[in-house]
């Protein structure tokens, strides 16, 4: 599955993707289009529901477990560890909740200066102590500076793999290991890597994951994941309760004996259809080559960088392969209108800030869209 010559030819692979039609499309740390796959997987759910609902309910828990299954496997966790929820932010409010409830005198949280709101405010809203860690001059972020912040009052390190907006990547491999041997929880939102990076939650343990569905993994909105190791699921767990959190799932109403799981967290029947179009988009990447996606997606990133440099363009993203993924961000006096001029033009990408222009290319997209662009500058 893994191997380069045997997967479709990119071009192929494009035409899975029938937005691009209408566009030059280069905001997958956005929103990305749908494959037809995944559509198509949402359409016979629908179709389900709609000429005989009884086989749609009798099978809810079935088609439930095999999209859990499907996701561990992508990043190499147990089912048991798999939790659906519909957004990161949902997910950051339940973690904030328990690890409250964890260690009251523990009120610290590390994380990054240039993080998405959804990695910071839940933990604000608990009344969390934010340390934040500055980025050095080229964006990314020192492993020794993060370390430096742990006080006793640490509850966690919660920061993203990639930054949603200069694109720099995170070691997480040192993270982890430092992290473990401080016994200090790490929280990754993954969003801006999954789907473009493998990720291996047993070589590279993590407290908890979240991924949101509608940007790399390619799958709409309505669907993230939640993982949550062993280590986490403390006695305090599950910070939020529906009946479905019950380890003997029936109509009792009081409240006794709980899932000690991750999917204990789901509460209830969540909606099946934006995670059957997740479970789709993940086997269309699995049949590509995870690997191969990475391989694609940094040659299309190196190559506008590359690009860019030749027009003299101010790229805040960090150069090093090493330290970037499918994000490339440029700094422009005039990107707000320069962003509204290549919307006019049938080419999409996104201004964050008042003066940057953030470019993110997956694997469906080719040299000519990036020459698109480039011509443009």
Known sequence: MNNF???SKWQAIRDCYPSLKQNIYLNAAGM????????NAGQAMLQQMHENVRAFATSYVEKSNIARAVVADFYHADPSDIAFINTTSLGMNILALQLKKDAEDKNEIITLQDEFPSST?????????????????????????ILAKITEK???????????????????????????????????????????IPIDVKKTPVSAMLVSGNKWLMSGTGAAILYLSPEMRTSN?????????????????????????????????????????LQASIEFIQSIGIANVYDRVTDLSSYLITQLQKKGANIITPLAVENRAGIVAVVRPDAKTWVAMLEEKGIIAVLRGEDMVRISPHFYNNYEDIDALIELW
């Open 154 to 196: 640490t509850s966690a390190v919660v920061v993203s793999y990639v930054q949603f907006g200069t694109g720099a990547r995170l070691n997480i491999e040192s993270l982890s290991y430092e992290l473990k041997v401080r016994g200090i929880p790490f929280i990754l939102n993954a969003t801006q890597a999954a789907g473009v």
């Open 121 to 145: 405010f839940a933990w604000q809203r608990q009344g969390f102590a934010m340390r934040f860690v500055e980025p050095n001059v080229d964006n990314t972020y020192n492993i020794d500076a």
């Open 32 to 39: 990305t289009p749908m494959a037809t796959a995944s559509y």
């Open 5 to 7: 010559k045997k997967i």
């Open 237 to 277: 767990f599950p910070s939020i309760v529906g009946w479905l959190s019950a380890k003997n799932i029936g109509f009792d109403n009081r409240l006794n004996e709980l899932n000690p799981n991750a999917p204990s967290l789901e509460v209830g029947l969540y909606s099946l259809l934006p995670v059957m179009c």
